[in-house]
């Protein structure tokens, strides 16, 4: 851990850190990162760690990338913010056009992050019904899903170790079972028949994650599933949200999932990987059908009042302009290649390892369960530190050993993952 002055004069004892346990901390130093570059990331005594997760997922093309930096500072000379309400910005303009071309959606809406993208769909979802004089005050997902942390995105989440402190300030929601395989899939689409046929008039809209459940422990689950449980929510009027915020922008082998389903929803909510991991930003793409319920004069009270101060910033615009134009470069079929090369190196290495169960992957997503420690510290906390030993960042969800790195990996740099990742368990096997 870092000795020198430069960091001693840093006070940390002030930052509440997100979804860390502080007390490990009396014990286990955070680690202080003066600098990125590519997948690496650099302490202040210069010791390197390869970023295995992409800081927590959103940094798509390796840190400090040039032309992002480039364009991100020539923006910064122009215009640093404005507010969107009455005004507006050549980088949001342009930006929402391109994504909606992307997509094949009509209309996009600016949002701070991907629990406040989440939000702005449940709202809408349930206005628009409300509009036409229903009303719906339920929301449908799926068991063991994960959508945010703010009240609405926790409401339909389904992973207890995030919501269940708070489940007596949450809205109205059902839940319906995720297929644990192929095998499973009628069944979960029994369930949700029998949850529909009840419920239906009451569901404003019907969120889940498709292809990934990323927090719930990455279960990769059927796109065949996905588009039945959809067709099945829109034929009776349910609006469909799909939450790609993880698994968006060629996370799971094409640039958005829904395109591997067969299937489009009536709201898609992005973030993370959008800005290529510079800056917070969330989008909801959806249709001109949606738009024009509220498109009204003010005095008719149609108005979808919802905003954010940093709505459509344009320095995180400029980066997720910027990021669209290196995805220009052909990324998500080089990424095919990319992922082979990762699968095949942790089948290798890490296939037959004692512990190593279900070793998996989907498009740039890689994970496997690891069985059998018998450790005295938390089994995530243990990964944690002894992947900085081996100059990888690691942070379980559970016994889940996830690896999401960026799309500019080298081979080598593979190579050197995966042999940090053999390290881990057999240090801890």
Known sequence: MPTNATWHALDFKYVWHPCSQMHDHAHLPLLPIKSAKGVYLYDFEGKSYIDGISSWWVNLFGHNHPYINKKLKEQIDQLEHVLLAGLTHPQ?????ARLCALSGFDKCFFADNGSAGVEVALKMSYHSHLLEGKQKPKFLS???????????ALSVGGVGLYKDTYKGIFCDQLQTPVPKDEADVQRAL???E?????????ISAFILEPLIQC??????????FVKQATQMCQERGILVIFDEIAVGFGRTGSLFAFEQCGIKPDFLCLSKGITGGYLPLAVVLTSDGIYDKFYA???QDKSFLHSHSYTGNALACACANATLDLFEQGVVEQNKTLSRTIQTCMQEQLEGLKGVKNLRSCGMVFAFELEGYKGSQRLSLAVFQKGLEFGIILRPLGNTIYFMPAYTMSPDEVLKSVGAMVGVVRALT
């Open 142 to 152: 799926l068991e063991n899903g994960y959508h945010g942390e703010t009240l609405g």
């Open 297 to 299: 004069p003010y005095e």
């Open 194 to 202: 029998k949850i529909l046929e009840q419920e239906h008039q009451n």
């Open 215 to 224: 927090a719930g422990n990455m279960h990769f689950y059927s796109a065949d």
């Open 190 to 192: 029994h369930a949700l």
């Open 92 to 96: 949001a303009i342009n930006l929402a």
